[in-house]
């Protein structure tokens, strides 16, 4: 009975062991996808003020396009 006891115990070691390893393996792939999300989300706000800016620079060029082919502008 004994030894039987040991064996389970000695099983149920290796399986806290690798537990462990596994947590620690999670951890650090979770620390790597923070860090990649991160970086997504600046390259995406990035995209989003340029997108912004041509978006009002197109703006700009269609109210001197008008005013320079005599429509009215319309103001907002």
């Not at 290796?14 to 970086?39: P, Q, Y």
């Amino acid at each position: 009975m004994v030894g039987r006891i040991r064996v389970i115990k000695e099983e149920l070691m290796l399986t806290l062991s690798s537990l462990r390893d596994k947590i620690k393996t999670l951890e650090t792939e979770r620390a790597n996808l923070m860090d990649e999300i991160e970086e997504l989300r600046k390259v995406a706000e990035s995209r989003a003020t340029a997108l912004e800016q041509e978006v009002s620079t197109l703006r700009e060029e269609v109210r001197s396009l008008k005013d320079l082919l005599g429509y009215a502008v319309e103001e907002k």
